[in-house]
């Protein structure tokens, strides 16, 4: 790209309406809320998608990104991906981890329940989901009878795609114990890589899929026993909230559980779940 270039598109700047048209969409199709404040940051960000297809002006760009070619096209999904964050890490939130395990798995198999089903909502590139299938995994070695199924999901492909290959920096599972990520993961060979995968056996214990929170579920009512829906509501709007909280919980069995996020508080939007601990609810039996 040649100076002039530069300076057409950098020097562009999304005008009030095209930041609307931008709030609107994503409210609808997401139900994620984008503050007036945000439209510095959807500038830059979106600077980035002008630069990558070449139209270098904001109005034509959404015109395209939000028609039927650019959904067709994956640009509507590589602009979605531009908004949202998908930061996650291995034991993230690791209190919640301990929950599971201590609480959660020891009055499951109490119960003589037979299969555990449980679902990351919003899983981003996976390291939510093999966390769990890595506590699930210890928990079945210590339990044989125990058994469980795995599902995740995300609105967006690429991240799903990325968490189905289950290839991860070396940086991401640095403070992991040792004996997990040695039961759990290969590590490159060659030094320069610096890469590790999650092995075969983990990987086939989680079931991705794209799903949007916003849409029906696939799953029958009140047949999980937990749901992971951790800092995603934390970006939708108040009235999106509390409609993907009640289609949740109408999931989740009676006694069962839903994770969110431990910055995010939930109780205000149903009536049928209880905080048990921070960021932990349980659904209320009959
Ligand atoms: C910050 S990540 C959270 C990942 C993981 N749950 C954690 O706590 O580490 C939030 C994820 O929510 C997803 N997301 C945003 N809106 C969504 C929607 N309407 N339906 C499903 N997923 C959505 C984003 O794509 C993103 O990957």
Same mark, same amino acid.
């Given at each position: 790209m040649d100076y002039s270039e530069a300076v057409k598109i950098y020097s562009q700047q999304l005008s009030e309406t095209e930041f609307k048209r931008i709030q609107e969409f994503m409210l609808k199709q997401l139900g994620v809320k984008l503050n007036p404040i945000k439209i510095v940051m959807v500038n830059s960000r979106l600077i980035k998608r002008l630069k990558a297809t070449g139209i270098y002006n904001f109005k034509e760009y959404l015109d395209y990104a939000l028609s039927i070619q650019g959904k067709r096209d994956g640009e509507l999904e590589r602009m979605?991906?531009?908004? !949202? +964050?998908?930061? !996650?890490?291995?034991?993230?939130? @690791?209190?919640?981890?301990?929950?599971?395990?201590?609480?959660?798995?020891?009055?499951? /198999?109490?119960?003589?329940?037979?299969? *555990?089903?449980?679902? %990351?909502?919003?899983? $981003? !590139?996976?390291? &939510? =989901?093999? +966390?769990?299938?890595?506590?699930?995994? &210890?928990?079945?070695?210590?339990?044989?009878?125990?058994?469980? %199924?795995?599902? =995740? $999901?995300? /609105? $967006?492909?690429?991240? @799903?795609?990325?968490?189905?290959?289950?290839?991860?920096?070396?940086? +991401? @599972?640095?403070?992991?114990?040792?004996? *997990?990520?040695?039961?759990?993961?290969?590590? $490159?060979?060659?030094?320069?890589?610096?890469?590790?995968?999650? @092995?075969?056996e983990l990987r086939d214990k989680v079931q991705f899929s794209v799903q949007n929170l916003v849409d029906n579920y696939p799953f029958q009512n009140n047949s999980l026993d937990v749901i992971f829906c951790r800092n995603t509501l934390i970006y939708f709007a108040d009235s999106s909230k509390k409609k993907v909280v009640q289609k949740l919980t109408e999931k989740i069995k009676p006694g069962g559980y839903l994770f969110v996020g431990l910055s995010e508080t939930i109780s205000q939007y149903s009536t049928e779940i209880k905080q048990v601990s921070p960021s932990v609810y349980v659904k209320k039996q009959g």
């Open positions: 979605v991906d531009e908004l !949202t +964050t998908h930061k !996650t890490e291995f034991f993230r939130e @690791v209190e919640h981890f301990h929950f599971l395990r201590d609480i959660v798995l020891p009055e499951f /198999v109490k119960g003589q329940n037979n299969l *555990f089903q449980i679902w %990351s909502a919003g899983c $981003s !590139t996976g390291e &939510e =989901a093999y +966390t769990i299938a890595m506590l699930l995994n &210890e928990f079945k070695l210590a339990n044989p009878g125990f058994n469980y %199924s795995i599902f =995740a $999901s995300d /609105v $967006s492909n690429a991240v @799903v795609v990325k968490a189905i290959r289950a290839i991860y920096s070396n940086r +991401t @599972v640095e403070e992991m114990d040792k004996r *997990f990520l040695k039961r759990y993961f290969l590590v $490159s060979r060659d030094n320069n890589e610096q890469k590790v995968r999650v @092995v075969k």
